[in-house]
Structure formats: C-alpha cells, structure tokens
C-alpha cells in the first residue's frame, strides 16, 4: 500500500516538475524518478499486490487444520473432541489456555516436556493427571498450522458425514455472506480507480514534453471514459454468468426438496405406524437400479380392503380407486374403464363418498355439509388425477420425482442396497418419520465420495463376494495404503469407489 502511495505521489511531483522545467528555467530535481522506472514500479506494484493477496487468502484454515489433525494427532486425540483416549478431548482447549498468551499453547505443541519443565501451571497440573504417558513434540509445525488445528479444533464438523448426509465444509461456506472477497472486491476497485489515475498523470507527462496542456479528468470522466464502461460490463457478465451456471447446477438436486404429491401418501402411517418394509414398495431397489415408486396395483393389495383412512377418510384412498379403475361399491375393478366419460366416473365416486360420509355421520340422507364434501372431494381427485395431456382421470398416478441426479451420473441402488448393505436410512434419512418425503441429502459429488472413503466393503457373508476368494481379499487389503492398525479394512475408495469412470457415463 506504501508503495502505491509513494507511485502515486511520483507520477505526480514528476507532473509537476515537468510543468515548472517548461515555465522556468530548466533545472533538475532529484527526486524524481525516470519514466521508465515508474513503469518497472508499476509491474512490481502488481506483484506485490498479488502476494498479498493470496498471502491472505491462505492464512489459516479448518480444512489444512484437519490434514494436520488427522496426520499428527488423530493417534492419540479423539476426532470428536469430546471423547478422552490416551491424550484428553481437545473440545474447548482454548478456554482452558485462555489465561496464559497464545504462544504458550504453541510452545505446548511443539514442546510440552519443556514446558512442563518450565513450571508452567496449566503444563503441570496437566502433567500431574496424565503422567507418565509424555505427548509427542511438534517441533515442525508453524504457528499458522498450530492455528489451523485449534480451528479445527473448535468445529470439526460435527458427526461423521455418512450420518449426516451432507457435504460437510463445503456446505458451510456457500452459506453467509463472503466478506473476505467483497473486502479484497472494493480493495482492487480502490486500486483500479487510483491506477487510472497514474496512467492519466502519465499522458499528462508525455503531453507536456510534447508541448501541450495537460488534462485533467474528473472522476465523472473517468468512469464514463470506454475502458471503465467495458470493466463494469465484463465485471457484471461475470457476476451474472457465475449465479446462471451456479444454480443450474442446483438445479434438481434440491436438499430438503418437499413438493406436494397428488394423493396425500403418508410414510409415517405406512412404513413407520404400519411398518411395512421399504422394500415391500420399492421391491426393486434390492434387485435394479432403480428403486421405482410403487404402482398403483400395489396399493390395491391392502386399500381393496382398506376403504378409509382414519385421518383422510374418503379424501384421499378414493383416488387410487380412480385411478385404477375399482369400484368400491361392488368392490369389483371395473370392465372397460379406460373408455368412461368423466361423468360416469364422477357418478360412480360422489355416490360412493356420499355414502361413506352418511354412514359415518349416522344419517339418513346427505345433509348440506356432506354435499359440500362430496363436491370438494371430487375436485381433488380431479385436480390429483387429470392428465394434463388427454384430459382422462383414468391412469397411473403421476407422482412427482424427488430425487434426481443428472444425466452424467450412473447411481444403482442394487449395488448399494444389496452388495453395500446400507440402510435406506443412510441416504434418505427417516422416511418413516415422515408424512411427506423431504430429499435428504445433497446428492452432490462431494456427499458420494466422502461416504465412499469412509465406507468399508462388506465381504463377509456377502453372496456378490462369494466367488471372489481369500487371495482376491487379501490383494485389495494389501492395496490399502493405511498405517498398520487400518491393514484389516477395506474401503469402497481402496475398490475404485473414487474413479471418474465409476460414477460418469
Ligand atoms: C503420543 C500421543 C499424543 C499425540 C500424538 C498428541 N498428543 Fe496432545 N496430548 C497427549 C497427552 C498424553 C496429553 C496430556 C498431557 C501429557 O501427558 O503430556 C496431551 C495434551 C494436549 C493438549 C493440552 C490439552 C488441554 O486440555 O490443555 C493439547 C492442546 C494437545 N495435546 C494438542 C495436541 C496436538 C495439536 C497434537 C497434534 C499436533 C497432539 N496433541 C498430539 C498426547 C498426545
Ligand atoms: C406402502 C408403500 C410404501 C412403503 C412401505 C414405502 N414407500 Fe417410499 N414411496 C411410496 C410412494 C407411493 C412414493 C411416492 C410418493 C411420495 O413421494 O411420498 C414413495 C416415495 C419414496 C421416496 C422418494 C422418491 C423420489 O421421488 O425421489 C423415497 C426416497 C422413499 N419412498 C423411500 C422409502 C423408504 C426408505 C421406505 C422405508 C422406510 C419407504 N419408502 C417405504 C411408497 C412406499
Ligand atoms: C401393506 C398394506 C398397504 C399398502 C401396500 C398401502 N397401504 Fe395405504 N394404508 C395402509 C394402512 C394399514 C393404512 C391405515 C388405515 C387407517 O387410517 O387406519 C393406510 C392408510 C392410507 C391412507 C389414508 C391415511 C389416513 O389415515 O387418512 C392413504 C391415503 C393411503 N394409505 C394411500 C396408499 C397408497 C397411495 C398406497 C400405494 C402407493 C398405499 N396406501 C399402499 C396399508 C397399506
Ligand atoms: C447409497 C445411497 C442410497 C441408498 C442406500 C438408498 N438410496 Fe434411494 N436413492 C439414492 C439416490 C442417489 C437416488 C436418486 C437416483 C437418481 O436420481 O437416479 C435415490 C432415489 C430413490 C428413489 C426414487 C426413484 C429412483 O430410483 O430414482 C426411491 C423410491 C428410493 N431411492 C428408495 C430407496 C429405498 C427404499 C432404499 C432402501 C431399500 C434406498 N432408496 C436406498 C440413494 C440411495
Ligand atoms: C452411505 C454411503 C454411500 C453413499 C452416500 C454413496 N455410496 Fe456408492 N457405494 C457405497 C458402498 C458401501 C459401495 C460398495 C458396494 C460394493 O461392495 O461393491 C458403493 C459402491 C458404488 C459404486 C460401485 C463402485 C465399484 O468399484 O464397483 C458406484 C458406481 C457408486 N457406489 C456410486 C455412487 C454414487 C454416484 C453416489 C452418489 C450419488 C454414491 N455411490 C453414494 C456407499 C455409498
Ligand atoms: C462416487 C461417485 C462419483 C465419482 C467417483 C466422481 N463423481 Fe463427479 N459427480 C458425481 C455426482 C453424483 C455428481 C452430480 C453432482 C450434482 O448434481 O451437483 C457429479 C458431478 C460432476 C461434475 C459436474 C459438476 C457438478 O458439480 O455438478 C463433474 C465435472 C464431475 N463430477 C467430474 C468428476 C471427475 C473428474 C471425477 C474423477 C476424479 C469424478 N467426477 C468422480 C459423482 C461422482
């Protein structure tokens, strides 16, 4: 910054120099600096600024902090920080270092018998509960990587990702707002605005020597001049470029995408209240790629017999009878549905709820509520089941698809459900909690590929492995570069869980 003060301040005593050396007798000022040095200035002036800038842009960070963490200390420090192993839980070591300066907690890390020695109180009274197990010395680490560590430290990333479904870090940063990069933002635009006015002092050099007045621009006509319009232009396609392609991204692999379906489905009456296993539904999640919703016909295996619904009542089990093309009255499918007019299904169906609703009232007749329910039911069907294509009320239901990976991505539930041996839960959370299905997981790269270094593969009593034999095992445990305690465990990563190829078409 000193420098570009000190340029800036050059450009114009030369300015003025000049000017007088025209006005005046001609004389030499010493200070000023020739012209092309000034440029040589200028050239460094940007390098400097670019080191700084990534200098700040390193600094300390969580993610280096884990590295470090997991490398060094892992062994002896529980990755929680809130479980004691051989050394104590980290969690909250800085309050408990607050009283003393920070370099002492550094000088701990990178020495602790020596500071112990030393009769530093916090080193002894912990040497009094741990001793004689002595922590390895650090001597190595810089106070940037002892940083690194403590922020790590102070926010792991709470449980481990398969648990939480979610890319952990990287979701963290895209949330808030980014203030080291709108501060470095308005830096550079201090630093554009005030080189603008170098190079204006600098044509005003050369036009003097060449014998004319000297310009001098407002600030209105720097920024109108063509070379900040284009900035301004190119910055903003810029801006706008990045948030297109960002949330094209996004686009359909919403976490927490909750759209409304047609019929009111409940998970929590069926797989939770009712436990009816996942797999009893989405029966082909075990054995394909896909793990498809149910078809209609299935539902009709318990709703032929299970007419209302103890929340719904008629509302919402009506439209699988619509549907499919079942009588509820006769409790008989219907010959030749798929060529009823609507006003013989809308018939068929108010009859059959007006009943419903007559007997559970104990009446005689449909009173005025009850026509109003009769109305307000068949509009729902409609609006649930109406093809938007041919207009019929007949047909499969059209549930709307949660989860969506894109096109590039190859998925198969078979190879995870049935070879992996991971619960629906792992990936979709509890479903059977749930009154209406929320999309669980990022489904992003990032939440793949983490599951997949911290996944083991399942050989034992696995059929898919069974006519792999021990040699074959033995092969990709060899493979696991992994200190010598990991040796008996094999992770989807170590099997090729981590190739491009694997995931991409
Ligand atoms: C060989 C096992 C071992 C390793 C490796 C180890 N520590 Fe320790 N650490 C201990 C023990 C044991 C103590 C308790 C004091 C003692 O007995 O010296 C401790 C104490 C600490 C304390 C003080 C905790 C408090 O509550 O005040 C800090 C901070 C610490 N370790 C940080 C680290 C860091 C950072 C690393 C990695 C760079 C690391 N340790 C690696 C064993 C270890
Ligand atoms: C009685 C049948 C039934 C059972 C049992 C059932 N489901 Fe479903 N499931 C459905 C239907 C119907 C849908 C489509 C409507 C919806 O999203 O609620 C669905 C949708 C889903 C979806 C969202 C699909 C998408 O569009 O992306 C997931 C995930 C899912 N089920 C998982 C499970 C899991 C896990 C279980 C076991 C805990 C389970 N299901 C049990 C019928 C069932
Ligand atoms: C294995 C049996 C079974 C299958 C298959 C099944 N259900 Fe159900 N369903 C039930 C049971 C049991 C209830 C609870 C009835 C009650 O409310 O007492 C229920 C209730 C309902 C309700 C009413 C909830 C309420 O309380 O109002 C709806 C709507 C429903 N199911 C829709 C479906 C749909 C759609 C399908 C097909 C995707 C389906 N069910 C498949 C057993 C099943
Ligand atoms: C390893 C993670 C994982 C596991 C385990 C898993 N799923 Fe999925 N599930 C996914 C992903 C990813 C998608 C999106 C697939 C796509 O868009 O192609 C998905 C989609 C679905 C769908 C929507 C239809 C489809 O195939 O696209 C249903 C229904 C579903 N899962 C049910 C289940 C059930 C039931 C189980 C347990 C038997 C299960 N899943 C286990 C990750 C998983
Ligand atoms: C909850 C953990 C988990 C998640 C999340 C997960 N996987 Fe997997 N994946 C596994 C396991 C375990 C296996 C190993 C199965 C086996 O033994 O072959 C596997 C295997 C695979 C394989 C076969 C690899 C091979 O070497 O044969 C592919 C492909 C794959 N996963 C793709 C995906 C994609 C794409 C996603 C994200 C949309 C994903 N997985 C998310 C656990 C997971
Ligand atoms: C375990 C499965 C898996 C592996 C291995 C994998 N990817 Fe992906 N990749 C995905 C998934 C899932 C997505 C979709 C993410 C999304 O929808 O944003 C994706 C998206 C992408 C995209 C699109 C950008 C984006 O974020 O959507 C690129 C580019 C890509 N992967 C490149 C690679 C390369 C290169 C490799 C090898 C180093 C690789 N992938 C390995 C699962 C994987």
Redesign the pocket.
């Known amino acids: 910054m000193l420098t570009f003060a000190h340029l800036y301040l050059c450009a114009d005593k030369k300015l003025t120099n000049i000017r007088r050396r025209l006005s005046q007798k001609p004389f030499i000022e010493k200070s000023t600096i020739p012209l092309n040095m000034l440029l040589k200035r200028i050239c460094w002036v940007f390098t400097l600024l670019i080191t700084t800038s990534t200098a700040l842009l390193a600094g300390p960070t969580k993610e280096a902090g884990k590295d470090?963490?997991t490398a060094?200390?892992a062994?002896?420090?529980a990755k929680d920080m809130k479980t004691a192993s051989?050394?104590?839980a980290?969690g909250g070591?800085e309050e408990?270092?607050a009283d003393y300066p920070r370099t002492d907690?550094y000088s701990?890390?990178r020495n602790?018998?020596a500071l112990?020695a030393s009769g530093h109180p916090?080193a002894t009274e912990?040497?009094a509960?741990?001793?004689p197990?002595?922590?390895?010395s650090?001597s190595g680490?810089t106070d940037e990587q002892?940083e690194s560590?403590i922020m790590y430290?102070n926010d792991p990333g709470g449980k481990p990702v398969v648990d939480a479904g979610t890319e952990t870090g990287s979701a963290k940063k895209e949330s808030g707002i980014p203030w080291l990069f709108i501060g470095l933002a308005l830096v550079l635009l201090l630093l554009a605005f005030a080189l603008m006015r170098i190079v204006n002092n600098l044509q005003n050099v050369s036009r003097v020597r060449d014998g004319q007045e000297p310009v001098e621009k407002t600030l209105g006509e720097i920024l109108s001049t063509k070379g900040a319009i284009a900035f301004f232009v190119f910055a903003l396609v810029l801006i706008f470029g990045y948030k297109t392609v960002d949330n094209a991204i996004n686009m359909g692999r919403e976490q927490g995408y909750q759209p409304d379906q047609p019929i009111a489905f409940s998970h929590k009456i069926h797989a939770g209240i009712n436990k009816i296993d996942c797999q009893y539904c989405h029966d082909t999640a075990r054995r394909s790629k896909h793990a498809s919703v149910p078809a209609t016909n299935t539902c009709m295996n318990c709703h032929a017999a299970i007419k209302s619904g103890t929340i719904t009542g008629t509302k919402e089990i009506t439209k699988i009878y619509a549907s499919i093309g079942y009588d509820p009255l006769t409790n008989r499918y219907i010959d030749g549905y798929d060529s009823w007019s609507e006003k013989q299904i809308e018939e068929l169906f108010k009859k059959w709820i007006g009943q419903e609703y007559i007997t559970a009232n104990s009446l005689t007749a449909l009173d005025d509520a009850g026509k109003s329910v009769v109305e307000t039911q068949w509009d729902g069907i409609v609006e649930a089941l109406r093809d938007d294509n041919n207009g019929k009320i007949q047909g499969p239901i059209e549930w709307v698809k949660i989860h969506n990976l894109p096109d590039h991505v190859y998925f198969n539930h078979s190879q995870h459900v049935s070879v992996g041996k991971i619960e629906c839960q792992k990936c979709h959370g509890d479903i059977q909690e749930m009154d209406v299905v929320s999309q669980y997981a990022t489904l992003g790269m990032g939440w793949c590929i983490s599951c997949h270094s911290q996944t083991e593969v399942q050989f034992k009593d696995n059929p898919f492995y069974s006519q792999y034999n021990e040699e074959y095992i033995k092969y990709h445990k060899k493979q696991v570069a992994k200190p010598e305690s990991e040796m008996d465990k094999v992770f989807v990563e170590d099997i090729g869980g981590l190739e491009c190829q694997k995931c991409h078409y």
């Open positions: 470090l963490f060094n200390c062994s002896c420090h051989t050394g104590p980290l070591v408990r270092w907690l701990w890390v602790s018998q112990i916090r912990l040497w509960k741990y001793k197990t002595i922590m390895n650090f680490l002892i560590i430290i």
